[in-house]
């Protein structure tokens, strides 16, 4: 059965720079889309990156030119490379891969950015 797994959340200072990675695992279909989400407390949760897998990208416009989206279709992983980070980007962080025509959701990783 398939699985998503979200990896690389933390605290760090504002300004600074973190890596998250989502792998998922036991797919037997290519995975099409896969895309960030994040939702802050007290907020809906809201699109933050998406990567096709023609590697077609699209990003909120609160992040453009400091998050970056990437994916490895060999490892089955999607990556979230910000940069610059503020406090309002603080948010659990969830993976969404669309694998055979369902999506599949990762637990969220924590990120808080502190001032």
């Known amino acids: 059965q398939e699985q998503v797994v979200e990896s690389g959340g933390g605290l760090v200072q504002a300004g600074g720079s973190l890596r998250l990675s989502c792998a998922a695992s036991g797919t037997v279909f290519a995975i099409a889309n896969m895309a960030w989400y994040r939702q802050a407390p007290g907020k809906q949760r809201e699109l933050v990156a998406l990567?096709?897998?023609?590697?077609?990208?699209n990003y909120t416009d609160s992040v453009k030119g400091r998050f970056t989206i990437s994916r490895d279709n060999a490892k089955d992983t999607v990556y979230l490379q910000m940069s610059s980070l503020k406090p309002d980007d603080t948010a659990v962080y969830y993976c969404?891969?669309?694998?055979?025509?369902?999506?599949?959701w990762g637990q969220g990783t924590q990120v808080t950015v502190s001032s």
């Open positions: 990567i096709t897998r023609g590697l077609t990208t």
């Open positions: 969404k891969m669309e694998i055979g025509g369902y999506i599949y």
